[in-house]
Each structure stands twice: as C-alpha cells, then as structure tokens.
Nanobody, 125 residues
Framework: VQLQASGGGLVQAGGSLRLSCAAS????????MGWFRQTPGKEREFVAA????????YYADFVEGRFTISRDNAKSTMFLQMNALKPEDTAVYYC???????????????????WGQGTLVTVSS
C-alpha cells in the first residue's frame, strides 16, 4: 500500500489542523493505521492509531483529548483532527499502515511496514 500524508502547515498556538493520509494500491480497509511524529534529533513517537474498522483507537498520553483519529474506508483515507495545538506539537507527522495488531503493536513505529512521506506541522507561540 502507498500512503500520502497532507494537511500540515503553520498555525498559531490554540489553533487547529486536519491531517489526511490517502492510501492506494491495496484494500485500505484491511489495514490498521497510525500517526507518528518526529522532530530533529528525536525518535519517531506515537501519536494515534486506529483499527481497520475504525472501532478501536489509541492515543498517546500527550494528546490529552485534543486530537481525534478517524478513517473513511470508502475513500481510502485516514484523518487526524488536531485541536488546541501547542508549540511542542511542532513536528513532521507521518502516517503508517500494517495488517492487524494489538495495542502494543499499533503504538510502536517499528511494527509498521508501510509509511507515508510526512507532512510538517509548525505551531507558533
């Protein structure tokens, strides 16, 4: 499966952005999906993940109810709605896909074989 992330940009603290991840090449609904982010010099960190059906989601503790992950299997697209953004949310955000997985697997970047190219989110103070 090929993934294309989009929707990043520059936003002021407290603002919102909606990231999208469009998939092609395989049956999107077969894949669990995740969002990760990375800043220079740091490891890629988990943000959110969603099961193939959309019925189960996981979030990193730092999300604190500000982000919502969702998917539209009919459109082969996953979303990350980010509200109340903080300067520390500044990072390159990546979407990823894999078949199946439990909480431990879906919250760990090394278990994902498929990755999008990343989209930069910059939050100014």
């Amino acid at each position: 499966v090929q993934l294309q992330a989009s929707g990043g940009g520059l936003v002021q603290a407290g603002g919102s952005l909606r990231l999208s991840c469009a998939a092609s090449g395989r049956t999107f609904s077969a894949y669990a999906m995740g969002w990760f982010r990375q800043t220079p010099g740091k490891e890629r960190e988990f943000v959110a993940a969603i099961h193939w059906s959309g019925g189960i989601t996981y979030y990193a503790d730092f999300v604190e109810g500000r982000f919502t992950i969702s998917r539209d299997n009919a459109k082969s697209t996953m979303f990350l709605q980010m509200n109340a953004l903080k300067p520390e949310d500044t990072a390159v955000y990546y979407c990823a896909a894999r078949i199946g997985g439990n909480r431990v697997v879906l919250t760990t970047s090394s278990y994902y074989p498929y990755w999008g190219q990343g989209t930069l989110v910059t939050v100014s103070s």
